[in-house]
């Protein structure tokens, strides 16, 4: 039980609510068992704590994202999906530190014990965990709402950090891979469309781009993943480094399930559609050849949508050279 | 709003539901407003993730929980208690590894934009924070039913942090301050009578014993915050350390306000009780002068309660000499 970490009541009242009522079904001890480790974990998964060695020089990285059902996935989404999103979401934003993962702890609260469901979202963030080589080194399960909480370290050199503040005025800004998919998959869902597979994908399990944030550091000035949609995100770039931006709607990145989309919604999609945890930044212009490389070595596509110029707001430009209406949430940073 | 750390949408969706309709109430804003910092802190509220410095030949210790509202706390409970609490139950467990604190992260999901229910939320949730220097890097809000999820991060000298796994058999074992009182406070609460002031104080302003935790490193074998229960957690320590264990329930610490219950009920809310967060710890004989020394000091009462034995049980030997029964929940650790 508090062998996840300590403090609670909170699970072992769930396994004295459950049908079973016996000590059988322990969620802890199944989270336990199936987590791996790694050297520099000294103490995890099973005291009061976990105790990390950071190596010495670099600088301990932290960000915090929980999700919420039928707030942050449809209440129908399959756990293993959970499990990966929950992860994936946290180690976008190591990601767009140019971090690279190390340890992370999982706050779990369900309605009550369920193990095929613990074993499926286990399936999902243990997955992607593995991927990356980030550790689960501790937690706690409570009773509640279905909620995930996760917090997710990393390590980063000082000087190789990619920060919000340091896109500078003449920068080309990028974006990996393609823009709009998991909005357009929302779309498809909430009209009760057959949702495309290759979206659902995309909303259900996003790639955090942590290749492409370790490989683009050094090259790029600022960086930002892509949550809220181009905009806006773009906006608190602009908003912390003093900035203004241009953006070529035609020059967004599109997949080829989007193209099915009209291209008004689909620019439509690609400017403002959130989740799609693809990385957004900004790099000076000699370092195209440099960001044109690493794209290759990643596999992941980079791609040129616009620039950084003077002034305090995100202007994006459709093909016939008229201002676009940015979406109004965009403009509250701006205020 | 994202500038509190990044993804979200959130946020933004509780500005929008807002029955204010504007972008005035930005709950991030009045986060960071008030957060401090201090030097270690090389990037904080404000970016897609926190950048901290953990000084070299110090281990980083990270413990996580959460909060939900009508599990952990009476729904009625005050704003500015939940804060406190939300952050005292985290802090508890740095003290029980003998941490330092350093930095923490919040994650809070609300049913809604409440300007006035975050400011009180704030003022417990910083009071306590500013006591023990513990610095709020980063975070996110999000909607959904009312549930508080914090992290936090401490340091610790790799051969002082406090283990569960570390008591030896001839071990005394000690508490920290009284016991029961937080579970009184329940029985009151739940029973309809009126609740005593300070047992309610005990039940919703616990105090994390960080100086506890510090001053008996180097004296202490292994360490646990009582969470759960007395034998409940020290079944932890003794599960972890392959040991057993005897307590004189005569001698566990009682508060006045205990005094009034019945000798029965009263050893029952020592021994069982959850949720005082006071620390449970082992050290050899040979400690005890130093021990009374640091209590002393910390102006925290160190209390020896019974000895560490060879064996796999918790022994609670009550006045007449004859064997508690352990509450059921404490021997699922011993299956």
Redesign the interface.
Known sequence: ???F??????L??I??DSPRGT?EFDLIARIRARAFTRDDV??GI?????????P?GK??????????????FPVDTAPADIGWKALA?NL???A??G?EPA?C???L?LPGADASWLDGFLDGFLELANRYRIVL????T????L?V?V????L?D?DK?L???AAKVGDDIWVTGTLGDAAAALVQWQSGQAIDPSLRQRLDRPTPRIEAGLAIAGLAHA???I??GLL??LG?VC??SGVGAEIEVDALPSSAALLLFDAGQRQHLQASG??DYELCFTAPTAARAGIAGVAGKCGVAMTRIGRIVEGARVHAIPTDGSEWTQPK?GY??F?
Chains 1, 2 share one sequence.
């Open positions: 039980m508090h062998v970490m300590a403090r609670g009541g909170a072992e009242s396994v004295t000590a000294i103490l099973g005291d009061d704590a976990a105790l990390l060695k950071v010495s600088l301990l990285v932290v960000a915090t994202d929980t999700l919420n059902s039928g707030v942050h979401v976008s934003d190591l767009a530190m971090a340890w702890t999982l706050s609260s080194v501790g937690g706690d409570t009773r509640g709402p909620s909480c917090t997710v370290h990393g980063v000082a950090a920060r919000r503040d960086c930002i993943d949550s809220d806006v995100d608190h908003v912390a959130g989740d949430a509250v940073h205020a």
